[in-house]
């Protein structure tokens, strides 16, 4: 089995979700924006970074990329997809999740090590998360999470909500200007996945703080949910998605 | 083809266009001697841009070359884009630090940007990739609207260019001192990692091999950037300087290290180099003096991005993200292949010729790199006159007069002379220290600055040197900045000297050996002998620092004309070191680990108040001393903490400077949460036990046990070590023992001992929130002030 980790002109943090998977113990592929063909892997992240410089605004131009073509057919077809950062605020422009990444609060590029905590632990991409709080950086200027109040009910009821920004006592940052919600975010969001589940972004960055080396290994508990998913999908032959849900937790 | 005329020189040259350039009289009639004839306009603007101090050196150059570069391991140093240093493994280390500090004076934002992006290409230009960045800032006073600005400009600088390439940004140092106030400076600091066997050169060896130029176009921005705004002092405001700023693209230059370290991993060039400061002129030049030969520049072929460009124009633009690269023909069509597919505009713009200049043609070159007929060669110059033979200064130095002479260093005046200590609380002072501009939490800034991307980050930023892990290895980078511009100004001797002595001292305290320094030396106009003298000193204390502690020099860069109408800065000699940790395992860092664990103080603590902190919150009579500083003392400090390092007896270690003793532990609880109960024998003053910055001194945490092993270690290396008690509690508590103790509490009408006796919560509180006041910015989540700018946001 092989992850995908797309790289745009001007991603960064692709090295990083490279290593992350690596550390996994799966094998990492770099998947070049120019071409729709995804050679097969069984699972695709859309990094960090500044997908063609950002300068209109983030992710806008990288949606119309070749690779983006081939990661919508593939998100169709039920293969999971995780965007970390950059990789989100492509996949919100996309359409392929709900929502969208306003400036920070601050107006600021924030860089810091955040608690983020699971919404559920029945999902492809929170399937090995303990449940705590999950410490792992952000860096990021646009990762005000925001939606219209009817959309936001409506991920919140359909489970679609997969992180919120926590407080040191493990409740959500509700407040945008609790210290705790370091852009500002709607209702403390900082990822969400599409209707059918196969499909999630978030802002902060757990394959930066995979390996207890770099401080904690908290962010690995995703990038193994991604793993087992895919493992999981290939297993099934590559099954249409079915909500989200997965059948069996496996922590 | 020998005409070197044209329509497009038909400037006229004479001394007052060349003065006008920053060429003074002399300069002129040297030119003229080199040439054998008078400069034409393009011939005159090259020059101008490359005898400029910034490129040439012309004042510092005999200064620099008494410092220490050898040392194991160097492959390549000053007059490298950038020092190299082997660490094992078969891998390398690239670092320099470079100032833009007059550009980001007149555009905060840009220049504190392209700064960033400049130093960076000296590093990816020896084929390595970088992997930190370093911004050591200097300011004027912090409430003051118009450092605010400076100050919101150019860490927004730093971090959207260092954001947007991917380098984390892991340290440096911000630093306010009236003599910044017209001046600032802003001095990066980038690291980079390779592979031994890719190691390139700034060089165009082999008659006929192309020249090429790949990255952004050429443009007018940043035209005479070298000689008009870095190498000149300032008037008052100088807004019509700001078309000599250049613009950055970090995307660009993302694009630009990938294709780079692509052709350089590849063996596709033979030899790379970046152009900085005087474009297209220094990057030729450089690279054909290097290689001994010379090149024919098809100045038709160089991409514009505007129309109407003159040839001057076109060769010392500084327009940024810019590389020249020499490959065998074979080898160009694999060059190309490269820039396409990362998206990089390429052209062949010359050949390597055997004759040793830079000979210039308008008017198109053919297939074999034969000037077209009808072609005209605008300009023909000797490499080596405008690089390694370019024009040398030897200024006058003179001491500066002072009004009444200070006393030598390390002469200790009466105890309490000057020390307004009767009376002192001395947790009062501790606190508002901690809260101070200079001292208190830097994490506004570097908030901003993504400082973990390439997951190599150990350390982040705010609690002493960053350590970066070497993916495949054990091993660990570890960087820090310093530079000490109040002792400077003080005796610019001992100031450079001590800068030397905390950066290594803050390497070596978590195990690591420093394996070679960068300095950036900021100075002021080195026309005034005063100055000059200032610059003279510093590099001697700097080599006489660096060949008593037996590390390497392997870079820097000068910047004289830090001067503006209310005068020059304080000297200003800014050192980063890198250095290697061999397993990643033992690093030790400044915060207390565990309550119940003993607190040492390794070094003796002397006299000479002077340039501390201290004095600068108390109002310190000018008379007393700096503080002095024993060389020999100082590396055998620094071998006995790697020593008890490498043992396995030490949990913490902190280096004692800005604010002395009280500051040094106070970071040590606050960053870890544990309170200590402490005694310190008094034998002077308090104020010196406490808060004095004498050098050569750290405090280190370990299990009681080890206690005595340290004891015995450091006496070996002919230091004291004393325990002065225990980490736990919540509060910080020093009770002031011995002869020196009493006084100040009975002055208040106290009955117990002197102690010092705060809470770690407000120390903490006093600590965050010092800068964030001192700048009227929020502190907190990091929400600041709202201010828009056309930056790229994204993440």
């Known amino acids: 089995m092989r992850i995908g980790v797309v790289t745009f002109p001007g991603s960064n943090s692709d090295v990083d979700s490279l290593n992350a998977v690596s550390v996994a113990g799966v094998e990492a592929v770099s998947l070049w924006h120019e071409s729709p063909d995804l050679q097969g892997v069984s699972a695709v992240i859309l990094p960090g970074g500044f997908a063609y410089g950002d300068y209109l605004r983030a992710g806008v131009i990288a949606r119309f990329s070749p690779v983006m073509r081939g990661v919508s057919e ?66 990021h200027g646009e990762g005000c999470y925001s939606a219209d109040d009817a959309t936001l009910d409506q991920l919140e009821r359909d489970g679609q909500v997969l992180f919120r920004y926590v407080r040191p006592d493990g409740t959500p940052a509700l407040d945008p200007d609790d210290p705790s919600n370091p852009n500002g975010s709607l209702r403390a969001i900082a990822g969400v996945c599409n209707a059918a589940g196969n499909v999630a972004g978030l802002m902060p960055h757990p394959e930066r703080m995979a390996e207890a080396i770099l401080g904690t290994d908290e962010g690995m508990q995703l990038i193994r949910s991604l793993v087992l998913s895919a493992a999981e999908w290939e297993a099934a032959g590559r099954p249409p998605a079915r909500g989200g849900r997965v059948a069996e937790v496996a922590k | 083809m020998t005409d070197v005329k044209s329509t497009t020189n038909s400037v006229e040259v004479t001394l007052e266009l060349a003065e006008s350039l920053g060429v003074t009289a002399g300069g002129f009639a040297v030119i003229r001697e080199k040439l054998g004839r008078d400069p034409n306009h393009t011939e005159l603007a090259m020059f101008s841009v490359m005898w400029s101090e910034h490129c040439s050196y012309k004042s ?84 003051d609207p118009r450092t605010r600005h400076l100050v919101d400009g150019i860490v927004r600088g730093v971090g959207g260019y260092g954001n947007c390439v991917g380098v984390p940004t892991v340290g440096g140092e911000l630093v306010f001192d009236p003599s910044y106030q017209g001046n600032p400076l802003v001095n990066v600091m980038a690291i980079g990692l390779l592979e031994e066997k890719n190691l390139i050169f700034a060089e165009a060896p082999g008659e006929g091999n192309y020249v090429v130029l790949f990255g952004s176009t050429t443009g007018r921005d940043g035209i005479g950037g070298a000689s008009v705004l870095a190498s000149a002092t300032f008037a008052d405001s100088d807004p019509n300087k700001r078309p000599t700023v250049q613009v950055g693209d970090p995307f660009a230059e993302k694009l630009l290290i990938e294709a780079s370290l692509e052709m350089i991993s590849r063996r596709l060039v033979v030899g790379i180099q970046d152009l900085g400061a005087a474009g297209i002129t220094c990057a030729s030049s450089e690279s054909a003096d290097k290689a001994g030969t010379g090149i024919l520049v098809d100045l038709d072929a160089i991409p514009r991005r505007e129309p109407g460009m003159a040839p001057w124009e076109v060769m010392i633009s500084e327009s ?33 010729t055997t004759d040793g200049d830079i000979a210039i043609v308008e008017g198109g070159v ?99 040197a960053a350590v970066l892990r070497v993916k495949g290895t054990r091993k660990a980078l570890v960087a820090t900045t310093d530079g000490n511009q109040t002792l400077s100004a003080i005796d610019p001797f001992l100031g450079a000297q001590m800068s030397v002595a905390e950066a290594t001292r803050n390497v070596s305290i978590t195990g690591a050996r420093p394996l070679g320094i960068t300095n950036c030396l900021n100075y002021g106009n080195q026309e005034r002998p005063e100055a000059f003298w200032q610059l003279q000193e510093a590099v001697r204390g700097m080599g006489e620092a660096c060949r008593a502690l037996d590390i390497p020099v392997t870079g820097g860069n000068v910047s004289l004309y830090n001067e503006y109408p209310g005068g020059a800065i304080s000297p200003t000699p800014e050192i980063g070191v890198v250095g290697l940790l061999e397993d990643v395992s033992l690093l030790v860092r400044p915060p207390f680990t565990a309550a119940g664990d003993t607190v040492m103080l390794v070094g003796d603590t002397t006299p000479g108040m002077a340039g501390s902190a201290y004095a600068a919150l108390a109002g310190l009579s000018a008379e007393d001393a700096p503080p002095n500083l024993d060389l020999e003392r100082e590396a055998a400090l620094q071998s006995f903490i790697r020593e008890a390092i490498g043992r ?60 005595p092993a340290l004891e015995l270690l450091a006496r070996q290396f002919g230091l004291h070590a004393q325990a002065l008690g225990t980490v736990g509690g ?31 919560a407000d120390l903490r509180h006093t600590w965050e929130h010092g800068l964030a006041r001192a700048l009227g910015v929020e502190s907190g989540s990091g929400h600041g002030p709202r201010q828009e700018t056309a930056t790229p946001a994204g993440a």
């Not at chain 1, 950059?86 to 609060?105: I, K, M, T, Y």
């Not at chain 2, 555009?107 to 050591?136: C, K």
């Not at chain 2, 105890?415 to 001395?426: F, H, I, K």
């Not at chain 2, 910080?732 to 002055?747: D, H, M, P, S, V």
């Open chain 1, 74 to 139: 593939f998100a169709a077809a039920g293969g999971h997809v995780l965007g970390i950062c950059n990789g989100f605020q492509v996949l919100a422009e996309s359409g392929l999740v709900p929502g969208a990444l306003l400036r920070n609060r601050s107006l600021r590029f924030a860089s810091k090590i955040v608690a983020i905590k699971p919404e559920r632990l029945d999902s492809p991409f929170t399937r090995a998360a303990t449940g705590d709080p999950i410490h792992v950086p952000i860096a």
């Open chain 2, 60 to 143: 510092s150059k005999p200064l620099l070359k008494t410092l220490p570069t050898r040392g194991s391991g160097v492959m390549a140093g000053p007059g490298d884009n950038a020092g190299v240093v082997r660490i094992g493994d078969g891998l390398a280390v690239a670092f320099k630090i470079e100032s833009h500090n007059h550009p980001s004076a007149v555009e905060p934002y840009q220049g504190a940007a392209t700064g960033v992006g400049g130093i960076l290409r000296d590093i990816f230009t020896m084929g390595a990739r970088p992997i930190a960045v370093l911004d050591a800032l200097r300011f004027g006073d912090p409430t």
């Open chain 2, 320 to 352: 940024q993200e810019r590389m020249l690269a020499t490959c065998t023909p074979d080898q160009f069509a694999a060059v190309r292949e490269v820039c396409e597919r990362w998206g990089i505009p390429i052209a062949l713009v010359g050949r390597v």
């Open chain 2, 366 to 464: 053919d297939e074999a790199g034969r000037p077209k007929p009808g072609s005209t060669e605008i300009a023909r110059i000797p490499a080596k006159a405008l690089t390694s033979e370019a024009i040398v200064h030897y200024r006058l130095a003179t001491q500066p007069t002072r009004r009444r002479q200070a006393p030598a260093p390390g002469i200790p005046l009466q105890a309490q002379d000057g020390l307004p200590e009767r009376g002192m609380d001395p947790a009062a002072v501790l606190v508002a220290l901690l809260g101070s501009p200079n001292l208190s939490s830097r994490r506004w800034v570097y908030e901003q600055y993504d400082a973990c991307v390439q997951s190599n980050t150990i350390e982040w930023p705010g609690h002493g």
């Open chain 2, 648 to 707: 396995g007896l030490v949990a913490s270690a902190q280096d004692v400077s800005g604010g002395g003793l009280a500051v040094a532990i106070a970071e040590c609880s606050i960053w870890s949460g544990l309170g200590a109960s402490l005694r310190l024998g008094v034998s002077g003053s308090p104020a010196i036990e406490l808060f004095g910055e004498s050098p050569s001194r750290l405090v280190l945490s370990c299990r009681p046990r080890h206690a």
């Open chain 2, 730 to 760: 919540d509060r910080l508590r020093i009770e002031l023992t011995g002869q020196g103790a009493t006084g100040a509490a009975e002055e208040r009408g106290s009955r117990v001992a002197d102690a010092l006796d705060v809470s770690l």
